[in-house]
């Protein structure tokens, strides 16, 4: 089994397991996905300013249900092997299904996902968010929306998986912070369920 950190926060659940694949699977991984990935670079729009996402994206469905966030709306490419067997590792611990994952790559310390929620209509009310990292070490970071005194800063490892599930996203926002320090290419894999539009 394998170990996890579940930290005590209201409103919140966040489940955090450091060595969900071994480093000879997340090596393998990142090393395919790097160089296979249909990556994109979509310009984004906040707060009425346009401008390139600080990431490349790439997202990848069962089905053809597009996804959007922040004014950009993706289309998924096919599930490639790769995602299949991390995802089928996924199903058989959480006992979750998911429809789509979106790849984050983070290229150097410079590339950043700003502070934001996983509340998108289509994840349906309380989203099961699972997300896999790999390649170089980064800080996620986790405020209520309210309550300023809880937070959580935890470093995302190579190989590890992040579970956010139950109120979360509608209590909470998230990122990960641009750093000076060096850092090489992180990838993070984010499977989520997509409901239809109705």
């Known amino acids: 089994m394998f170990d996890v950190f579940a930290p005590e926060l209201p409103d919140a659940t966040?489940?955090?397991?450091?060595?969900f694949l071994n480093t000879k699977e997340a090596d393998l991984?990142?090393?395919h996905l790097t160089k296979e990935t249909p990556w994109r670079n979509d310009p984004i729009t906040v707060f009425g300013k346009t401008y390139p996402q600080p990431r490349m994206t790439s997202l990848h469905g069962h089905t053809?249900?597009?996804?959007?966030?922040?004014?950009?709306?993706?289309?998924?490419?096919p599930m490639r092997?790769?995602?299949?067997?991390?995802?089928?590792?996924?199903?058989a611990f959480t006992k979750e299904t998911f429809t789509t994952v979106l790849l984050n790559l983070y290229r150097d310390g410079q590339d950043s996902n700003g502070w934001h929620a996983d509340n998108e209509k289509e994840l349906g009310v309380n989203p099961v968010i699972a997300s896999v990292s790999l390649g170089a070490s980064r800080y996620f970071h986790l405020k209520h929306?309210?309550?300023?005194?809880?937070?959580?800063?935890?470093?995302?490892?190579?190989?590890?998986?992040?579970?956010?599930?139950?109120?979360?996203?509608?209590?909470?926002?998230?990122?990960?912070?641009?750093?000076?320090?060096?850092?090489?290419?992180?990838?993070?894999?984010?499977?989520?369920?997509?409901?239809?539009a109705h």
Do not use: C, W
């Not at 299949?84 to 590792?89: F, R, S």
């Open 29 to 31: 991984y990142l090393e």
């Open 14 to 19: 966040i489940k955090y397991y450091p060595n």
């Open 81 to 91: 092997k790769p995602l299949l067997d991390i995802e089928q590792k996924l199903q």
């Open 64 to 77: 053809t249900d597009s996804y959007g966030y922040s004014g950009i709306v993706m289309q998924p490419n």
């Open 145 to 196: 929306n309210s309550d300023k005194s809880q937070r959580l800063k935890l470093e995302l490892t190579h190989g590890s998986l992040l579970m956010m599930e139950g109120a979360t996203q509608h209590f909470y926002k998230h990122q990960i912070a641009k750093t000076a320090k060096k850092v090489g290419l992180r990838i993070n894999l984010t499977f989520r369920k997509v409901l239809k």
